[in-house]
């Protein structure tokens, strides 16, 4: 499975973006999909999680009531709307995939496929 992540781009603070994760190379489920993000000189942490049906989801407090993530398994695609951007939400972010059924994981070591990320720079 191969993850095609895209939306990312420089925005103002209080701005939104949609970000856009593309699966291909393979069937799109029953995958666990995830975003992650990294700043520099940060480890890549967890951002918002969804399983394949769409019933649970799963947030970092960070972005909770900021952001949304959601998905279209026709399309083989998962989205993240990002509102009301803050400075410290600058990052690279990756889309994932995780195998397994169950709820949403939040740990990086529990998705099996990782997009090539997308950077999203807020600035002040």
């Known amino acids: 499975v191969q993850l095609q992540a895209s939306g990312g781009g420089l925005v103002q603070a209080g701005g939104s973006l949609r970000l856009s994760c593309a699966a291909s190379?393979?069937?799109?489920?029953?995958?666990?999909m995830g975003w992650f993000r990294q700043a520099p000189g940060k480890e890549r942490e967890f951002v918002a999680a969804?399983?394949?049906?769409?019933?649970?989801?799963r947030y970092a407090d960070s972005v909770k009531g900021r952001f949304t993530i959601s998905r279209d398994n026709a399309k083989n695609t998962v989205h993240l709307q990002m509102n009301t951007l803050k400075p410290e939400d600058t990052a690279v972010y990756y889309c994932?995939?995780?195998?397994?059924?169950?709820?949403?994981?939040?740990?990086?070591?529990?998705?099996?496929?990782w997009g090539q990320g997308t950077l999203v720079t807020v600035s002040s």
């Open positions: 994932a995939a995780d195998l397994r059924l169950g709820a949403p994981p939040t740990r990086t070591s529990e998705y099996d496929y």
């Open positions: 190379g393979g069937t799109f489920g029953p995958y666990i």
């Open positions: 969804i399983n394949w049906s769409g019933a649970a989801t």
